[in-house]
């Protein structure tokens, strides 16, 4: 089974430019989140998606954004990219939990965003 | 969500157990714990966890205290390769995001 994917592995951008991440969950998950890991700092929660809709927010500015697709794959947007915006951005899926079920996320492997 | 409490580092022999300890003293009776490791900067990778009975996996042991303010987890024969950042995370099954603190760095000497 395939795991969560990334792409593209490795970006390079100007600062004023805009950024598109993209994930697709593993088979059968249904929530994707996406993190922001600056170099040598912990992971920060960015976005939670569940079932196509924005579940939560994590304290980023309006030019963070995203979507989840009918087919649960997500992408991230970042506008008006700053050199601060240089991190590795982690998606992670999730089957759907319900009381008797546990469920834990898998991460996919990342995408390393410098800024230049 | 609960926070939780880690040392920011430990050292352990190559082939001794290593016993990476959590406090986690404001946990909510439906909140599991949950363990994660990142090895140098890839995803995080899912290791274990457990809501009050003690885990055992083909990773990793994970041992929660009867009040289950605090957790251990234990990797039975550590090897270089388990050099980590190791994270404990609490969490209700039904919430949504995970919280990362800063972990602790387990660093596995020969």
């Known amino acids: 089974e395939a795991g969560v994917t990334q792409s593209p592995t490795h970006l390079i951008k100007t600062r004023g430019q805009q950024v598109t991440l993209r994930c697709s969950p593993i088979?059968?998950?249904?929530?994707v989140y996406w993190y922001q890991q600056a170099l040598g700092l912990g992971l920060q929660f960015l976005l939670w998606?569940?079932?196509?809709?924005?579940?939560n927010r994590g304290n980023f500015p309006p030019r963070f954004s995203g979507r989840q697709f009918p087919n649960y794959s997500s992408e991230l947007n970042v506008n008006a990219l700053e050199l601060e915006d240089s991190a590795l951005y982690l998606c992670?899926?999730?089957?759907?939990?319900?009381?008797?079920?546990?469920?834990?996320?898998?991460f996919g492997q990342g995408t390393r965003l410098t800024v230049v | 969500d609960a926070k939780t409490t880690q040392p920011p580092s430990m050292d352990c022999a190559e082939g001794r157990a290593a016993n990476l300890p959590c406090n986690h003293s404001t946990i909510s009776g439906n909140e599991y714990v949950y363990w994660y490791r990142q090895i140098h900067s890839q995803g995080p990778q899912y290791i274990i966890h457990?809501?009050?009975n003690n885990e055992t996996n083909e990773m990793a042991s994970l041992i929660i205290t009867e009040d289950r303010k605090s957790s251990t987890l234990i990797l039975p024969h550590a090897t270089l390769r388990d050099t980590a950042v190791y994270y404990c995370?609490?969490?209700?099954?039904?919430?949504?995001?995970?919280?990362f603190g800063q972990g602790t760095e387990l660093s596995v000497k020969p």
């Open positions: 088979s059968g998950h249904t929530s």
């Open positions: 995370i609490v969490r209700s099954n039904q919430g949504g995001k995970l919280i």
């Open positions: 998606y569940d079932e196509g809709e924005e579940r």
């Open positions: 457990g809501l009050k």
């Open positions: 992670a899926s999730k089957k759907r939990a319900s009381r008797s079920l546990n469920t834990e996320a898998f």
